[in-house]
């Protein structure tokens, strides 16, 4: 049998009229169409309109937490330098020297106060001034001023563990893009929880397929029969406010015959609710994680190609816990990793289908997938707007039977929904 090419697809993705079945109300609305998962032009389009404009989660706070290191890391196709300052405050720039503009670092590095361009030893400060030109005044130019050649800013911020950066001056501030994600999850205190380990994965699939497998439990008695035990689906709630997010919760965290994610020691001072509960967020564009009790494991997930998604998983734990001395994290990183093997076969197998098959996007399914509308619709919004500066932030919950699309009121509601 000949293979038949499929032709390009050559949807303007800037209009409007290309995101109907999205725009759709969720009763009637569609998945995305294949093109975006699997289409060059697309994923150009999107690392240009979504991750170069977005609040882009970039790694972990504490990795700067201290004057001395500085972070190299990719946002859409443009390279970034983050690093602290003796004077404390976080500052970030793009990686190219104010001179010809070479790359300053290829890789995560440690500087002594200073930013030295590797070619002409052009150096900055911590505030990215620039302090010294080693040679260029032996024939002075009356045009030049060290204070008009400054690395070129970029906004960077964090909440909580989470590490961020933000390439479009006029896309709103961090803490608009959050909404009420840092007072939903303030009982945590998540500025004082450790890193404790970390694992980078490559996925051969959409980094949206990722994310998308993450917010719907849908498939979870079928892909995950094992965490089905612990995570059932009757305990699955809604957890959303306004925000650029997706939230779920489940409640109560339940062990029944398999309670390998209880087997460390509760974080101290946790109400009611957040000690009994387990919360899933999709914090748009491209970081999921899982707060349970005891530790958060966090997926930061870095698109390198349409088919390709570099995963940054961390296990994080609280201040609470003694420092582990022995394999008292084994059973803990064990179930995570058995339930992202899972994750990523299923999501491997959705990437080749969509690939091979490039069938017209199916329906929603309102009971489980009203995530993934909202995940849908933020992506449109990047993907149509000439600039984020006008962003609205989708709406929380209004409290309603409706809005919780048949999940029924929670047992243990968090604090800002009681």
């Known amino acids: 049998m000949t293979n038949i090419p499929v032709a390009p697809d050559m949807t303007d993705w800037t209009d409007e009229s290309a995101w109907a ?3 759709a109300p969720l009763r009637q609305s569609t998945g995305l169409n294949p093109s975006a998962y699997v289409d060059e032009r697309f994923f150009a389009l999107e690392q240009e309109l979504v991750f170069e404009r977005a609040w882009v989660t970039v790694g972990l706070a504490g990795e700067v937490a201290e004057p001395g290191r500085m972070l190299v890391r990719q946002v859409g196709q443009k390279s970034i330098v983050i690093t602290r300052g003796d004077d404390g405050e976080l500052r970030g720039f793009l990686n190219s020297c104010r001179h010809r503009g070479t790359e300053l670092a290829e890789s995560d590095c440690d500087i002594a106060g200073t930013i030295r361009c590797p ?9 990215g001034s620039l302090k ?3 040679f260029f005044d032996e024939v002075p130019r009356n045009d030049f001023d060290r204070d008009d050649f400054s690395l070129i800013p970029v906004r960077v911020g964090t909440w909580g563990p989470l590490l961020f950066a933000c390439l479009a001056d006029e896309t709103p501030e961090l803490d608009v893009w959050l909404g009420d994600l840092p007072e939903r999850m303030a009982g945590y205190g998540f500025d004082q929880w450790r890193v404790e380990e970390s694992q980078v994965l490559d996925i051969e699939a959409n980094w949206k397929l990722i994310s998308e ?4 439990y849908y498939h979870l008695t079928w892909v995950h029969p094992e965490l089905a035990k612990v995570s059932r689906v009757k305990d699955h709630y809604r957890y959303q406010g306004a925000g650029m997010y997706c939230g779920q919760t489940t409640t109560p965290v339940s062990g029944d015959d398999r309670d390998d994610w209880l087997v460390l020691p509760a974080a101290e001072g ?7 509960s387990g919360r899933h967020i999709a914090l748009y564009p491209n970081v999921i994680f899982s707060v349970l009790p005891n ?5 930061r997930l870095d698109p390198i190609a349409p088919g390709l998604t570099r995963e940054t998983c961390t296990f994080l734990l609280p201040p609470s816990t003694p420092e582990l001395t022995g394999g008292e994290l084994d059973a803990t990183r064990t179930f995570w990793i058995d339930v992202n093997n899972e994750d990523i076969d299923i999501c491997q197998r959705s990437q080749r289908g969509l690939t091979r098959g490039r069938i ?3 329906p929603l399914a309102p009971r489980f997938e009203e995530p993934l509308h909202r995940f849908h619709n933020m992506l449109a919004d990047c993907m149509t707007s000439d600039s984020l500066a006008g962003l609205t932030v989708p709406p929380g919950d209004d409290g309603s039977e409706a809005a919780r699309l048949g999940t029924g ?3 243990a509601p968090p604090t800002i929904e009681q």
């Open 21 to 23: 079945g999205t725009r």
């Open 119 to 127: 070619y002409h030893r052009w150096g900055y400060g911590t505030d």
């Open 132 to 134: 010294a030109t080693p």
């Open 213 to 216: 497998n993450f917010q719907e």
């Open 270 to 276: 946790l109400d009611e609710s957040d000690a009994t």
């Open 295 to 299: 530790h958060v494991f966090v997926m």
């Open 360 to 362: 017209q996007p199916g």
């Open 409 to 411: 009121p929670n047992p």
